[in-house]
Structures are given as C-alpha cells and as structure tokens.
Nanobody, 126 residues
Framework: QGQLVESGGGSVQAGGSLRLSCAAS????????FGWFRQAPGKQREGVAG????????YYVDSVKGRFTISQDVAKNTVYLQMNSLKPEDTAMYYCATAQRPYGDCWPNPRRYNYWGQGTQVTVSS
C-alpha cells in the first residue's frame, strides 16, 4: 500500500516563502498524477497544483499561478510545492495526493485523486 508524507509547513509573514515536500513510497507505476490541495477551516478542500510524473506537465489553479511551483524529483520519489509571495488567504492545511493515470490530465480535482497524505499546516500572517 502506498504512503504519502508531507512536510515543510509552518508560519510565515505575508510575502514570504515556504517549500512543501511530499515523499511517496509504495507506488510502483511511473504514470501517476500528484497534486497539492488545501483546506481552510470551514471551507471545502480545493486543488492547488498538479503534475504528471511521466512527462512533468504541470497544472495550476488561477489563484496560485505565478506564485506557486510544483516539481518532482524522480530519484527521491518526492514532489515539491514551492510557494512564494504568500498571502494570508493561502493559510490552510495542505495535502498531497496521487492517482495512477495512464495518460495525463492531472488537473487538481480532489475527486480524481485517491491516495492522500496527512497534511501539513501553512499559516500566513499579515
């Protein structure tokens, strides 16, 4: 059974940066979507970014485009989310998730991902 472990969350001031990591183990396919998602208190979980491991294609929601970058280190089985120019509205629990996908289309729709990590908290103060 696969496992995802997130790390790198913390508290920063607005305008600051954080890099989240998602270490994956037990997933044998080389054709997976990995996504980052977030959930603020009282709100629904929403997608942030996605990446297809087979070709590195990336997907971003408009609210983070130009500020966040998703990337992968295949040798380390790790996916990253570099977050720059953080805003208070980015405050949330951030989750990594994955789904095996024979083709691309890794748009971060939570309903299309079936393995989830435990999350890491990101707090941005103004």
């Amino acid at each position: 059974q696969g496992q995802l472990v997130e790390s790198g969350g913390g508290s920063v001031q607005a305008g600051g940066s954080l890099r989240l990591s998602c270490a994956a183990s037990g997933f044998t396919s080389s054709r997976n979507c990995f996504g980052w998602f977030r959930q603020a208190p009282g709100k629904q979980r929403e997608g942030v970014a996605g990446i297809y491991t087979a070709d590195g294609n990336t997907y971003y929601v408009d609210s983070v485009k130009g500020r966040f970058t998703i990337s992968q280190d295949v040798a380390k089985n790790t996916v990253y989310l570099q977050m720059n120019s953080l805003k208070p509205e980015d405050t949330a629990m951030y989750y990594c998730a994955t789904a095996q996908r024979p083709y691309g289309d890794c748009w971060p729709n939570p309903r299309r991902y079936n393995y989830w990590g435990q999350g890491t908290q990101v707090t941005v103060s103004s």
